[in-house]
């Protein structure tokens, strides 16, 4: 018992690390409106990220730069939506969506996460 917790505990502080290194990339991008939750009953994502991008151009630029970020760590980037209004990538059990501020008010996908914990905003 004591060891479960202890690795469960590990896992839960490399998955924050990781949220936390996705978050510095979108910030550095100039990405905006970066909302994070923790879903309660999704069963592929320990945190969800939504955030906003100026343009196409921008959101492609930081998905090039996080996808290479995650590979260099050694894990698998699932990513689609290139050259659209809206990206989603997952990785690890972090679902990221960046979307152009239209497609984000659009498809309001914080619905979805109403009952979800909020764990961080930013901008």
Avoid: C
Avoid at 49 to 74: C, D, P, R
Avoid at 98 to 104: L, N, S, V
Avoid at 109 to 120: G, R
């Amino acid at each position: 018992m004591v060891i479960y917790l202890l690795v469960t505990k590990k896992i839960n502080e490399n998955k924050s690390n990781f949220t936390d290194s996705l978050i510095d990339i979108l910030l550095i991008q100039n990405i905006k409106n970066i909302t994070i939750y923790r879903p309660k009953l999704d069963p592929y994502s320990d945190y969800v990220i939504i955030s906003t991008a100026a343009s196409n151009t921008q959101m492609n630029s930081a998905l090039t730069k996080i996808s290479k970020h995650i590979k260099s760590l050694g894990l698998v980037v699932l990513s689609e939506g290139i050259n659209s209004s809206w990206i989603l990538l997952q990785s690890n059990g972090v679902s990221l969506h960046i979307f152009t501020e239209e497609a984000r008010e659009y498809y309001s996908i914080e619905d979805l996460y109403f009952d979800s914990n909020l764990v961080n905003q930013y901008g």
